[in-house]
Nanobody
Framework: QVQLVESGGGTVQAGGSLRLSCAAS????????MAWFRQGPGKEREGVSAIYDQGISTWYRPSVNGRSTVSHAQNTFYLTMNSLEPEDSAIYYC??????????????????WGRGTQVIVSS
């Protein structure tokens, strides 16, 4: 049984940094995708970043590109975000695929989801 558990959320001031973690159990990331999604108040869920096979390829949405890094070590998947903005406030979800996906930042390709961790960026 695959389980994904996020941690690392919290409240941070604008301009600060956070590292989110996703501990995966019962899951083998080889030739699969893992991704971070977020959903802000009154907004649709959107893809933030994705990684293929523990780092062969990575993707970022334009608004976080250049200030975020996605990585994978052992059974944990990370998202480090710098220069945080109030617009980054959201619940962040970790997701994992069963195999290949055509659009890594689209939620339709992911079968397994964590419960989320909340990030609040204060101005």
């Amino acid at each position: 049984q695959v389980q994904l558990v996020e941690s690392g959320g919290g409240t941070v001031q604008a301009g600060g940094s956070l590292r989110l973690s996703c501990a995966a159990s019962g899951y083998t990331p080889s030739r699969k995708y893992m991704a971070w999604f977020r959903q802000g108040p009154g907004k649709e869920r959107e893809g933030v970043s994705a990684i293929y096979d523990q780092g062969i390829s990575t993707w970022y949405r334009p608004s976080v590109n250049g200030r975020s890094t996605v990585s994978h070590a052992q059974n944990t998947f990370y998202l480090t975000m710098n220069s945080l903005e109030p617009e980054d406030s959201a619940i962040y979800y970790c997701a994992a695929s069963r195999g290949l996906v055509s659009r890594p930042l689209s939620s339709t390709g992911y079968a397994f989801w964590g419960r989320g961790t909340q990030v609040i960026v204060s101005s």
